[in-house]
């Protein structure tokens, strides 16, 4: 019963940095696993990272080093720190929820409870 908002996206440059949001309403996430999926056209849904309850973290090799999921549980808010963007990063990226940390983290093959309406992401 988890709704998720995403902000933040935008044009950057190449080299450059954003930071994107996630808010949640009607539950907390606390009680969930959650992480960031992106996705571009005629391409397969990508998870980028992921964060479980207690704050461990994974990230997909293609961003390793490059971005950070964080999370607020006070404010019921994730968060995607990017950094070092390339054009390849270009997507549309997607905030969620889930009991598995390998469905949010994407290591595992399932599409995750709860899904925000995305957020574009261009570098150039």
């Known amino acids: 019963h988890v709704q998720l908002v995403e902000s933040g996206g935008g044009s950057v440059q190449v080299g450059g940095s954003l930071t994107l949001s996630c808010v949640a309403s009607?539950?907390?996430?606390?009680?969930?696993?959650m992480g960031w999926f992106r996705q571009v056209p005629d391409r397969e849904r990508e998870g980028v990272a992921g964060?479980?309850?207690?704050?461990?973290?994974s990230y997909a090799g293609s961003v390793e080093g490059r971005f950070t999921i964080s999370k607020d549980n006070v404010k019921n808010r994730l968060y995607l720190q990017m950094n070092s963007l390339q054009p390849e990063d270009t997507a549309m990226y997607y905030c969620?929820?889930?009991?598995?940390?390998?469905?949010?983290?994407?290591?595992?093959?399932?599409?995750?409870?709860?899904w925000g309406q995305g957020t574009q992401v261009t570098v150039s």
């Open positions: 964060i479980d309850n207690d704050g461990s973290t």
């Open positions: 009607g539950d907390t996430i606390g009680r969930y696993c």
């Open positions: 969620a929820a889930d009991l598995s940390f390998g469905v949010v983290s994407g290591t595992q093959r399932g599409v995750p409870q709860y």
